[in-house]
């Protein structure tokens, strides 16, 4: 079955209620479409170190990739800004990756919305294709 934008979207918005994000308050969700129209969600998770935080988007392909999902269509970010929160870089670098040039919708609370494709928000990526032949 298809999953559509408002599933995506409710699973980002419901994700990111379980943020655990006690030094920024700043709670993201995100849910991720796969080709068998199956959602896997994940939530920004920070610990005291800070910089070991993981985003939502990340945790959300972390999960799909370790159940063994390889197709993905299409991922949605939710978090409570006026202007849509977009994927920081480091997470553009991972679903460009693993999920190529999907549209990522971005939602707010106030169920605003806006949808890029990846190449927009990651162009000229560095990716496997520069490493060449890696028996060589
Ligand atoms: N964060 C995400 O989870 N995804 C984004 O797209 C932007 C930032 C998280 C990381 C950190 O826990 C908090 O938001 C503030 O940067």
């Known amino acids: 079955m298809p999953v559509s934008e408002n599933q995506l979207v ?9 943020g655990v994000a006690p030094y920024s308050h700043f709670l993201v969700g995100a849910a991720l479409e796969t080709s068998d129209g199956e959602i896997f969600t994940g939530c920004n998770i920070e610990n005291a ?12 392909i972390w999960k799909a990739l370790s159940e063994g999902r390889r197709k ?11 202007t849509l929160t977009p994927p920081c870089g480091a997470c553009r670098q991972i679903i460009w990756e693993f999920c190529g040039d999907i549209p990522v919708v971005l939602v707010n609370l106030k169920d ?16 496997s294709s520069f490493l060449g032949d890696p028996r060589a």
């Open 10 to 18: 409710d699973a980002a918005l419901a994700a990111r209620k379980n």
């Open 49 to 60: 170190t800070y910089g070991l935080t993981v985003c939502a988007e990340r945790v959300a």
């Open 72 to 82: 993905f269509l299409r991922i949605a970010v939710a978090a409570d800004t006026d």
């Open 112 to 127: 605003q919305r806006a949808t890029h494709l990846m190449k927009s928000l990651f162009p000229h990526a560095f990716d």
